[in-house]
Structure formats: C-alpha cells, structure tokens
C-alpha cells in the first residue's frame, strides 16, 4: 500500500479533501492541476493534473487516509471533462510509495484489517476511466508497487526499485500484487517474486514487463508528464473507450474481450469526435476534440 492521496481543481495547485470533511485540505496529498509543464516548457500541459503523495519523511508509504483521499482526489479528476490524464508520483526523489504504514497495520486482526488498511479505496482507483502515468523515482515496495501496477503507463527512473516483499511480513500482497503482477509479467516470474519477496531494479521490470520505460531519475516526472500530455491532446472518449477495452483483456476470455472491443469501437461511430476525426483526416488539417 502507500501513504498519500490528491485531489482536482481546475486552475494552480489543490489539496485533496480529506475523508470525512470535503473541505478541508489533505495533509499528504497534492494536486495540481493543469499540470506544471514538462522539460521547462513555459506552460502547463492543458488537460494534464499531477497528483502528488507528499509523505516523504515516511517514504510515502500509505494508509487509510491517504489511500481515502488519493481515491477521492481521483474520482473528482475523473468527473471534471477538462481534465485529460493524470500524472501520479511520490514527492521528496527516494520513494514512489515504500509501502503500507506496517505500525498501524501490526496489531490488526482479520475482522479490522480492511479499515485499517484501506483496502476498500483500491477499487475506486481502479475504476477511473482517465489514463493514468505513474512516474516512479525510489522504492515503490508492497503496496507502492501495487499502486504503480494499477496505473495505466509506468515511467521508472534508473534509481526505482520495485518489489512485493509482503511474505517477508508473514503475509501476502493484498492491494492486487498477486493478480496485477502476474498479469503483468507471468505466472513463473510473479510466482518468483511473491515467494521470494525479492526486489528489482528498474532495468530488470523493463525486461520484465512491469513499467514502460526507464529514463534517467532527474528526468521522471517531464517524461511522464510529457507522455501524459500527448495523450491529453487526443480525443478523449477514444482514450477512455481504449483503455477500457485493453483493460477488459486482462479481464475476459478472448471472445467475450474481442465482442467488448467491437462494440466500443461501433459506439464511437455515434461521436462527434469521430466524425471530426475522420473529416480531418480527409480534409488534410488538425482535428478539433470537444469530447462529444
């Protein structure tokens, strides 16, 4: 798991809304939306938020109120139609997110664990229809690297390090480790790493298949940014509809996966969208998304 959470607006910078008090800021959640502009670029990326976990002095590492507000910093990107892509990350360059907060999970009991955990907030965060970049710097351990495995896109910088060691806790990965990481990279390789706990560097979850790409670490957050912009400027239900029906891969026999994706690609035929795409096309001149 992992200890921050942010939240949308639509101009500078916004704190998420803790649990329980939708006015009040987050302590360990930062959002800013638009996003501030990638490579030194003069202006923010139109349509990009960037969601921080501020927990540095901790790692990062996650618990139920962070995961609470992460989740309810996602669902109101999710639902504001400027915003395009999200950008998550983890402040202070050593941590993504190391972890679970384990001292407030120790003396849990099996009736009390998901309260304390917040495992109940992993869902939300998986059902936002926004592309989501995860741009990873430091450990991303147990839940860190299960909230990386939930983004859509992962950009790992050359000092990540990545792992599962729940078993090393006596228990096992319970945010989606087991399910994501094998569906990621295989059964052999997820069963070694689950059984083992051992960690990767960024190098070897490239080869693997557990993050997109390897950049230098100063250079993380542009590249992701950078990405997450250049999906921004695309037509938004398209990209919505295309990380649905990638997802549904993951998630139906082929069949059933192969009906989903022609259904989605024929409710797209009734978008403005997509006649101005196609128009554009012929016409030989930019297409002008509205979302339509």
Known sequence: MTDTAPAASASTSVSAPPTGDPAGPSVF??????????????EADPGVALVTIDRPAALNALNAAI??????????????????AIVLTGAGGRAFAAGADI???????????????????????????????????????????????????????DDATLGQPEIKLGVIPGAGGTQRLTRAIGKARAMELVLTGRSIDAR???????????????????????LAGRIAVLPPLAVRAAKAAVNAALELPLADGLAFERRTFFDLFATADQKEGMAAFAEKRPAHWTGR
């Open 29 to 42: 959640v930062r959002v800013d939306f638009p996003a501030p502009a990638a490579f030194g670029r003069g």
């Open 204 to 226: 070897e979850a490239e080869r693997l298949g557990l993050v997109s790409q390897v950049v230098p670490a100063e250079e993380t957050l542009d590249r992701a940014l950078e």
């Open 67 to 84: 995961l609470a507000d992460l989740a309810a910093a996602f669902v109101r990107l999710d639902a504001d139609p400027t915003c395009r």
């Open 103 to 157: 001292k407030a999970m120790a003396s849990a009991g099996p009736d009390t664990i998901e309260a304390v955990g917040g495992f109940g907030h992993w869902q939300t965060l998986a059902a936002v229809g926004l592309p989501v970049v995860a741009a990873v710097r430091g450990f991303a351990l147990g839940g860190g690297c299960e909230l990386a495995l939930l983004c859509d896109i992962v950009i790992a910088g």
